[in-house]
Structures are given as structure tokens and as C-alpha cells.
């Protein structure tokens, strides 16, 4: 199963740009990365994903290397609601069968005041 | 009424007791997927179905069995708890597309004295 690789934690200011990393270094050509987020004391959310280009929604942009190696996503201006766990993942489209989701610990973000 | 729902919210039991956890959702999707976060160790994978019929073992399904009674519901049983499966349980659906990403439940607390 494809592994994805991300800090245990970080800061930032609130009103600031954040960028949390990801590394996929055995990511394979028809694997979509995801990314989540989960606010304390509820379940997971899904934020955004891609396969190649950059995107964007309203809640944050995703940065693809041109290798697809690693991705970042991007909170162009936190919030002290931002504060959360950030999870990023693989998930498969090879076959109709390969969707083994796995997720690991995730980037704690703290947003300081 | 929410799109995910898990039932009960917390429970507490004895070693040794058999206890089910249910999921059910009104999303209309194919795949369900079952869930346990320990504090530090982010969510792991136990079971995951794709239809009724359809059902795999994720990452720690020792302990543990599941049963995808119709489309919507998906239950989580442990057949003879111990403590060391107090967790945190969560219950997440996505539909066969894959890019609409997972909609989780709300969690179940468990607890096992």
C-alpha cells in the first residue's frame, strides 16, 4: 500500500499563509492524493485532492510536484478554526477494487493568536 | 439528520462482553469503511466493504468482525472485547467514484474495563 509521509506537527500565525507538506515517494501513476483535516473532537473531513495539476477550492489550494512525489497543501490565510489534524492520502483508481484507504498520523497544525 | 450516522455515541463494557457498533448513512454509497483512532496513532484501517457481498479486511481486523446488513448499513462487532480496543471508532462512506472523498460519522467512544 502506498505510504504517504508527513510532520508530526506544526505552527504558524494565525492571518498567515500555512503550507503543510506531504511526501509520497512510492506513489504510482493512477493514485489520487487527498487530503482531510479533522477539528477536534469530530470525525474527518475531506478538504481537496488532485492527480497531477494544482487545485484549488474554497477551503484550500493542493501543490502536486511535477514528479508526484510529494504535494502541499496550502491555507492561504489560518484561522484559529484551522487548527486541526491534516492527513494526507493516496487513494487508488487502478482497478474498481483498489480503494484500501489508508490513513497515518497526520501534521497537528497549531495557529497561534 | 446527519448523511453518517454511528450508534451508540460512547459505550462502556467489560472484557469479555460481546458489543456492536452500527453505521448507517443515507448517501446512497456503495463503499463503507471502518475506522479505529488510538490518541497519537491517527485512524487505522479494520474492515471496508464495497457492496453487500463485498467486504475486506483492512489493516487490524483481528478482534473484530463486520457485517454489511443492506446498501446502508454496516455494523462493527467485537466478539469478545478486551481493553485494549478502547478507541475511538469511526464509520466513513464514499460513493464508487472516488472523487467526492469519504464522509465520516460523528465516532463512537468506546471504552473496555
Redesign the interface.
Known amino acids: 500500500d502506498a505510504k504517504t509521509t508527513q510532520p508530526n506537527s506544526m505552527e504558524s500565525n494565525e492571518e498567515e499563509p500555512v503550507h503543510l507538506p506531504c511526501n509520497h515517494s512510492t506513489i504510482s501513476g493512477t493514485d489520487y492524493i487527498h487530503w482531510y483535516r479533522q477539528l477536534p473532537s469530530q470525525g474527518p473531513e475531506y478538504v481537496i485532492h488532485g492527480l497531477t495539476s494544482n487545485v484549488n477550492n474554497r477551503m484550500a489550494s493542493l501543490a502536486i510536484a511535477e514528479d508526484r512525489k510529494s504535494s502541499t497543501l496550502i491555507l492561504h490565510r489560518a484561522t484559529l478554526r484551522d487548527a486541526a489534524v491534516y492527513y494526507c492520502i493516496l487513494r487508488g483508481h487502478r482497478s474498481y477494487r483498489d480503494d484500501k484507504i489508508i490513513f497515518g498520523k497526520g501534521t497537528r497544525l497549531h495557529i497561534l493568536p | 439528520d446527519a448523511d453518517v450516522t454511528q450508534t451508540p455515541r460512547n459505550r462502556i463494557t467489560k472484557t469479555g462482553k460481546r458489543i456492536m457498533l452500527e453505521c448507517s448513512q443515507t448517501k446512497g454509497h456503495d463503499?463503507m469503511?471502518w475506522?479505529r483512532q488510538d490518541p497519537?496513532?491517527?485512524?487505522?484501517?479494520i474492515y471496508?466493504s464495497?457492496d453487500v457481498k463485498d467486504i475486506?479486511k483492512?489493516?487490524i481486523s483481528d478482534g473484530y468482525s463486520v457485517s454489511r446488513q443492506a446498501q446502508a448499513k454496516f455494523s462493527l462487532s467485537l466478539e469478545s472485547a478486551i481493553p485494549n480496543q478502547t478507541a475511538l471508532y469511526?464509520c466513513?462512506t464514499?460513493d464508487?467514484t472516488?472523487?467526492?472523498?469519504?464522509?465520516?460519522?460523528?465516532?463512537t467512544q468506546l471504552s473496555v474495563l
Request: aromatic content about 24%; hydrophobic content about 35%; cysteine-free.
Open positions: 463503499r469503511y475506522y497519537g496513532l491517527g485512524l487505522r484501517l471496508y464495497f475486506n483492512g489493516e469511526f466513513a464514499s464508487r472516488r472523487l467526492r472523498g469519504l464522509f465520516f460519522g460523528s465516532g
